[in-house]
T-cell receptor, first 115, second 109 residues
Framework: DTGVSQNPRHKITKRGQNVTFRCDPI?????LYWYRQTLGQGPEFLTYFQNEAQLEKSRLLSDRFSAERPKGSFSTLEIQRTEQGDSAMYLCASSLPDGRGNTIYFGEGSWLTVV | QKEVEQNSGPLSVPEGAIASLNCTYS??????FFWYRQYSGKSPELIMFIYSNGDKEDGRFTAQLNKASQYVSLLIRDSQPSDSATYLC?????????FGTGTSLTVIP
């Protein structure tokens, strides 16, 4: 078990460009979450998949953000027309199906810097 | 809006002392409670979880939950310099996990 894998780990992009992050969850985990974290803040929920279905999406997520999990395995998070305010660490996490003790395990994160 | 509140610190304790970290939450329907440790520039890693009232111990760590007071805490015994990090409290409500802003802990050798 290699854990949750994210790439790229670091991305520097110019304002207005599109970026895409990939997440490979732990193999038996059917739930996948995307979070965003800025300095001094806790992770902020963006969206959540159960298998290939996107079940919840934060109201804070603008139309420039889109996430997919086409085969219920890996997921991608795309940010279109990036803005400087998008600079953050984007965290992917996965978990087993529901249960009180089931928790989410994070990948190492993808750092985005928009210049 | 489901809120998770933590004292941002910084909290400083001498090596070998007990560090006490606190968290309150707003949603009474919250089911499970988690503590994550996050080193600077790294992603959060799970320390432990608790879902029943009372104490739960795991090595040097003890989580305490009081659902009536909507309060969860983490005690770190025999604190080590390697414990210096930000500690995030997370609450599960429904299918979502809500995080506090974290408490920064420094253990002074």
């Amino acid at each position: 078990d290699t854990g949750v894998s994210q790439n790229p780990r670091h991305k520097i992009t110019k304002r207005g460009q599109n970026v895409t992050f990939r997440c490979d969850p732990i193999s038996e985990h059917n739930r996948l979450y995307w979070y965003r974290q800025t300095l001094g803040q806790g992770p902020e929920f963006l969206t959540y998949f159960q298998n290939e279905a996107q079940l919840e999406k934060s109201r804070l997520l603008s139309d420039r953000f889109s996430a997919e999990r086409p085969k219920g395995s890996f997921s991608t998070l795309e940010i279109q027309r990036t803005e400087q305010g998008d600079s953050a660490m984007y965290l992917c996490a996965s978990s087993l199906p529901d249960g009180r003790g089931n928790t989410i395990y994070f990948g190492e994160g993808s750092w985005l810097t928009v210049v | 809006q489901k809120e998770v509140e933590q004292n941002s610190g910084p909290l400083s304790v001498p090596e070998g002392a007990i560090a006490s970290l606190n968290c309150t939450y707003s949603d009474r329907g919250s089911q499970s409670f988690f503590w994550y440790r996050q080193y600077s520039g790294k992603s959060p890693e799970l320390i432990m979880f608790i879902y029943s009232n009372g104490d739960k111990e795991d090595g040097r760590f003890t989580a305490q939950l009081n659902k009536a007071s909507q309060y969860v805490s983490l005690l770190i015994r025999d604190s080590q310099p390697s414990d210096s990090a930000t500690y995030l409290c997370a609450v599960k409500a429904g299918n979502q996990f809500y995080f506090g802003t974290g408490t920064s802990l420094t253990v002074i050798p």
